[in-house]
């Protein structure tokens, strides 16, 4: 009988520390329109979808921030991922933010004064009681608006953030880690690339479509976490799909002209 008791209370413990985790992610989805300057006008987002969606159903991430996609690919992405899992799993928009059911939505919207060419919405959440934030941003690729889009978000957040949750911070800088929107969110926000105890990541985050032609190693997509939150792994998922040419032979192509970035990370 104490054997039971013991093992009924290790259980718990283990159930309430693991439950804290979390796998959140970023992916920049690239619009029907975007998708025809790059590449060789052969990356359709009509073939897209339906890789994209298989990836993601796969890696089952708890919250998953998408930039560059019309509300109908969302939408569309969303459908196919919940296509074949359990109820448990199906997942939800809260505005361009994508969450299964192991996470409860209390609120969400978008930031207001955003400048111009760039957008953060944001979502309160909980996962087993425990409360976050997420905001979930696109800057211009313009560098000055970049920087005033990096400071506009760290005020909306302690506009928002009255309760000092843990907050996750995902998306599109528009430019890449050597500019001052990168350092702007960096100086209060841990990079989760930089803190992760693992890392995955051998690339830059950007393809263009073609990742022979614009191999690099800059980051322009990013997963920022609050100095409380334990940042367990972060890798880039390069899942590819191939498609068979006029000559016969195979080309590998890409989901997005930019690659997915994901974190594993504990609340506090």
């Known amino acids: 009988m104490r054997k039971s008791i013991a093992f009924i209370i290790i ?50 991430p708890d919250v998953l921030g998408l930039q560059g996609a019309t509300t109908t690919q969302q939408s569309a992405i969303r459908s196919k991922i919940n296509s074949g899992l359990t109820s448990v799993l199906t997942y939800k928009l809260a505005q361009n933010i994508l969450y299964n059911k192991t996470v409860e939505l209390d609120t969400c919207n978008m930031v207001e004064n955003m400048p ?64 001052s929107a990168y350092n702007s969110l960096k100086a209060k926000y841990n990079d989760c690339f930089t803190t992760a105890a693992v890392v995955s990541a051998e690339y830059g985050t950007k393809n263009n479509f073609d990742l022979a032609a614009n191999h690099g190693t800059e980051r322009y997509d990013f997963i920022f976490a609050s100095k409380t939150i334990t940042v367990k792994a972060y890798g880039q998922l390069q899942s590819a799909y191939f498609t068979q040419e006029s000559d016969g032979t195979y080309k590998r192509r890409q989901l997005s002209t930019h690659f997915p970035v994901m974190a594993k990370v504990k609340l506090p």
């Open 11 to 60: 259980s718990l413990m283990t159930v309430c520390v693991t439950a804290q985790n979390l796998y959140i992610g970023s992916f920049y989805v690239t619009t029907n329109t975007e998708e025809k300057l790059y590449g060789d006008g052969k990356d359709k987002w009509t073939e897209r979808q339906v890789h994209i969606s298989n990836l993601f159903r796969y890696e089952q």
């Open 116 to 179: 111009e060419g760039s957008t953060c919405s944001w979502a309160k959440m909980r996962k087993d009681g425990k409360a976050f934030y997420v905001f979930n941003f696109c800057f211009s690729t313009e560098n000055s608006i970049a920087t005033s889009s990096a400071s506009r978000v760290r005020t909306a957040i302690d506009e928002i953030n009255t309760e000092g949750l843990p907050v996750l911070i995902v998306g599109d800088l528009g430019v890449n880690e050597t500019k």
